[in-house]
Every structure is written in structure tokens, then in C-alpha cells.
């Protein structure tokens, strides 16, 4: 299984690609893996109240039904909403996948 992701520089995308397939391989360990992560993708872009409304009025999807897709409360969606809480770890990269595949991705 491989994973596109976007890379930095076309240098850091094959240090990137190194270093995937000798996960893959054995030879580097998760941790060292998620380092190379770090140093050659970009990062997940934050998530305001107001891009977090348009992702959801976008998939038309309801507070409810998107806390249920995040694995998330509905008071978490309602609180990123107006501002109070910002997402942050796997719900961030949901956020991130949902905008950049859709729906059918996370489900």
C-alpha cells in the first residue's frame, strides 16, 4: 500500500521515499519513520471555525453527522465552530483528509 502525500522539494520527496520503502523493509523503526515524516511533508494546515463550517456545508453534513465521522462529540464540532476550541491530532488530519478526498475516504 503506498501513500501519496505532498513532499517539500523533489530532493525530500526521494529521502521520503528512501526511507518508506526501508520501513517497509525492516530497517527503520516506526519512530525513526515518523521523523523522516516530519522533516519531508508539509504539515497539516490548522483548522479555524469558519474553514471548519464551509468542509462541513461543502459535504453537507450536519454537526452531528460530522462528529460522528470524526469520532468526536457533538459539542467538540459545535465548540470548533464558534471558535472556543481549535481540532488538533487525528481529528486534524481527518479534518485534512476530508477536504482533500471527501467523504468516501474516511468511511
Not at 64 to 85: D, F, M, P, Q
Request: positive net charge; charged residues 30%; hydrophobic residues 40%.
Amino acid at each position: 500500500m503506498t501513500k501519496k502525500t505532498k513532499t517539500k522539494s523533489l530532493v525530500l520527496e526521494a529521502v521520503h521515499e528512501t526511507a518508506s520503502d526501508l520501513s517497509r523493509l525492516g530497517f527503520i523503526d516506526k519512530r525513526k519513520m515518523r521523523k523522516f515524516d516530519v522533516l519531508c511533508l508539509d504539515p497539516i494546515p490548522a483548522y479555524d471555525s469558519e474553514k471548519i463550517r464551509a468542509l462541513r456545508d461543502h459535504l453537507q453534513l450536519s454537526q452531528s453527522v460530522l462528529a460522528a465521522v470524526l469520532n468526536t462529540s457533538l459539542s467538540t464540532v459545535r465548540k470548533w465552530e464558534i471558535g472556543e476550541k481549535h481540532p488538533s491530532g487525528p481529528s486534524l488530519k481527518l479534518l485534512n483528509l476530508l477536504e482533500r478526498k471527501g467523504l468516501e475516504a474516511v468511511l
